[in-house]
């Protein structure tokens, strides 16, 4: 009995900290993990990256393909999403250069790792563990994958001839570089993402 009641309340806990659609850590998760990431990074003397995330137009592609279409696109995106912060994951554990700061950075936090969170509607947040400026290479082909993933994803229905994707725009903050709290960080990446709302071209912004 006292199983059953464990395994209901953990089920429980997992649907209250997931979003239904995607399938994504939800926003309850985010300010769980996030109160605990910066603890850990802070004591370890760790970077990352704070990535806040909006898609371009979800209204209009919702008057379009309806939201039946928009939602099996968003399934898709959680997954695609979910396999390209896990594959980073798996490079930096496996790869040589550009990635010796992240093996270290796993040594100490061997639990830690790149996540995706859908926080709204159209909104999502990355964290990337171990971005470094100081390494151009890896720090803006990291982000790009994220923005890449997204972009990659189409919107499709009978009744409408065209195919279209997704687009999104990126703001990116850095701990402890832009600052050592959670407010402060999320102000910065969303100040950093309605700059690059209004950029032509690639839209991210690092501030």
């Given amino acids: 009995m006292i199983d ?27 300010e769980r993990d996030m109160k605990t990431l910066i603890e850990r990074c ?13 898609l371009d137009d979800l209204k209009g592609l919702n008057d379009i393909y309806g939201h039946p279409a928009v939602d099996e696109a968003f399934v898709q995106l959680g997954h695609d999403l979910q396999s390209v912060t896990r594959s980073q994951d798996r490079r930096a554990n496996t790869s040589g250069y550009g990635y010796d700061r992240r093996r270290e950075e796993r040594r100490k936090l061997p639990d ?21 400026e100081s390494d151009l290479e890896n720090f803006d082909e990291r982000i790009t994958t994220i923005y890449n993933a997204v972009r990659g994803v189409s919107v499709t229905a009978a009744h409408v001839p065209e195919v279209s994707y997704f687009s999104a725009s990126i ?6 570089r832009d600052g ?28």
Avoid: C, W
Wanted: charged share 25%.
């Fill in 4 to 30: 059953v009641a464990l395994e209901a309340y953990r089920e429980a806990l997992k649907l209250a900290l997931t979003d239904e659609l995607t399938e994504l850590p939800n926003l309850r998760s985010y």
């Fill in 171 to 176: 703001g990116v903050a850095i701990f402890p």
């Fill in 42 to 54: 802070g004591s370890q003397g760790l970077s990352f990256a704070l990535l806040a995330i909006d």
């Fill in 112 to 132: 830690v790792q790149d996540m995706i969170y859908r926080t709204g509607g159209d909104e999502f947040i990355g964290v990337l563990i171990g971005v470094e």
């Fill in 180 to 207: 050592e709290d959670a407010t402060r960080l999320h102000r910065l990446a969303d100040r950093n993402l309605y700059k690059a709302k209004k950029s032509p071209g690639i839209r991210i912004n690092t501030g």
